[in-house]
């Protein structure tokens, strides 16, 4: 039974304009109603477990595996005021529903407090499935027409969990994470078009008042979790710098290679995944200041069993015979390397390269350089949900330059950085 519609939608296509509203004239019966949920307004998922949320369109066996694996969980709340999220859905306490619609422990086997797993179906890619018992069918509150909730989803790749805390007002949960796995989170709210729909209705005020519970979804009011990034996405590209006529046969000069790109960031943090009291405890990611370490930029590839798998690979520059007239190094073509680093959004970050040079396969001189990014002018952060591309000029183990390009996500901006000042060389 497919649960959930899902709109996952790129930067260039976000069209979802949410759910038809039936006639209020026509007289409807108190029949029970699935739960029906959509997610979307985060543009593409970049996931470490399972790969790169790209479109679908001219599908990858990559892409494939990525939408196929890629786990969602979901709470669902009573919106009273005597809501307690302490209270699991298999509590003798939460008659009908009356506060925990929908947790792990609605017919899965966990127990320790997490919301109930989903994944897509993967015959359209549209809609989800409850990973246990993927037949079942959720309901709204059956005693009580009226009865509205609230619905949270957060999506952590592959991040263990060290503890989940459910208290009255809100969920939290412990995470790690390595800078490859996309962390987010929401919460239903009702779109632009379900206003608008809504307000030119004569029951607009019950409609209002007591939206996703079973008389709005009579009315196919669904919730539209409007999904979050909560890290920053970062990826690099590599461009020969300097005089290329002056290297020759480029199999007898002097060789660089790259082995090792990282930053510094934080690798644990506490995500609220869930409140009844956004005021005072918003749904956001809280990093622990003890927990700072370098994330290393990683290839993501299919393995002989057909499963993604990652590794740290060192990369060659090479340049291509036509950037030899070419004297701005970010006008020659690009190398890609690696895949997408996701870190904590900072004012600033310190990018790590280890490079070394080969000649005649004589690997020698290998160097650490540390380079400082800063924002874009005009903007005082690297923000959460938004992307950028670094470009590194290399010129052999002696120099580096950067340049910060903009990329969807959302525009992060656009950085020149002078390597005079900003470079240290080790």
């Known amino acids: 039974m497919l649960l959930f519609a899902i709109a996952i939608a790129s930067c ?14 026509i007289d409807y019966e108190a029949e029970p109603m699935p739960v029906l949920i959509s997610l979307g307004d985060a543009p593409m998922i970049e996931s470490k477990g399972y790969g790169t949320f790209g479109d679908l369109t001219g599908q990858q066996r990559l892409d494939s595996i990525v939408w196929s694996n890629a ?3 979901i709470y669902s709340f009573s919106k009273s005021q005597d809501c307690d999220m302490r209270i699991n859905w298999s509590d003798s306490t939460n008659t009908a529903g009356s506060i925990c619609l ?8 966990a127990t320790d407090g997490r919301g109930k797993k989903a994944k897509f179906n993967t015959a359209d890619f549209k809609m989800l499935d409850w990973v246990e018992k993927p037949d079942s069918i959720i309901y709204y509150n059956t005693q009580d027409y009226y009865k509205s909730y609230d619905f949270f989803a957060y999506h952590i790749d592959d991040c263990p969990v060290s503890k989940i ?6 969920i939290d949960i412990d995470i790690e994470f390595d800078g490859t796995q996309d962390i987010m989170g929401g919460k239903a709210a009702l779109t632009d078009a379900q206003i608008t729909a809504i307000n030119s209705k004569s029951n607009r005020d019950e409609l209002l008042d007591n939206y996703y519970s079973t008389f709005s979804a009579n009315h196919e009011i669904s919730p539209y979790i409007r999904m979050n990034h909560y890290l920053t996405k970062v990826r690099f590209e590599l461009y020969p710098g300097g005089d290329l006529t002056e290297r020759g046969d480029s199999s007898a000069c002097f060789e ?9 960031s934080f690798g644990k ?27 290393h930029l990683k290839d993501l590839y299919i393995d002989d069993n057909g499963n993604i798998a990652d590794s740290i690979q060192f990369k060659r520059l090479d340049y291509n015979e036509a950037d030899v007239a070419i004297t701005d190094p ?8 690696g895949d997408y680093l996701l870190v904590a959004p900072a004012e600033q970050m310190t990018v790590n390269i280890i490079m070394f040079n080969d000649r005649n396969d004589v690997h020698y001189g290998e160097e650490p350089f540390h380079i400082t990014l800063t924002p874009p002018d005009g903007t005082e952060s690297f923000e959460a949900g938004k992307g950028y591309v670094v470009k590194l000029a290399i010129y052999g183990n002696q120099q580096i330059e950067a340049q910060i390009d903009i990329e969807p996500w959302v525009d992060g901006g656009s950085i020149n950085i002078d390597p005079d000042d900003e470079i240290n060389n080790y």
Request: hydrophobic share 30%.
């Open 12 to 25: 260039e296509r976000n069209d979802y304009t949410g759910e038809a509203i039936k006639d209020e004239a």
């Open 71 to 73: 786990e969602f969980y």
């Open 102 to 109: 929908i947790d792990a422990t609605r017919h899965d086997s």
């Open 165 to 170: 805390d459910r208290q009255r007002d809100y």
């Open 256 to 264: 660089a290679y790259v082995r090792d790109i990282s930053i510094s």
């Open 269 to 295: 943090a506490t995500m609220t995944v869930a409140s009844h009291d956004e005021a005072q405890y918003p749904l956001q990611l809280q990093f622990m200041e003890d927990s700072q370490r370098n994330m």
């Open 330 to 337: 970010y006008m020659r073509h690009p190398q890609a390397i």
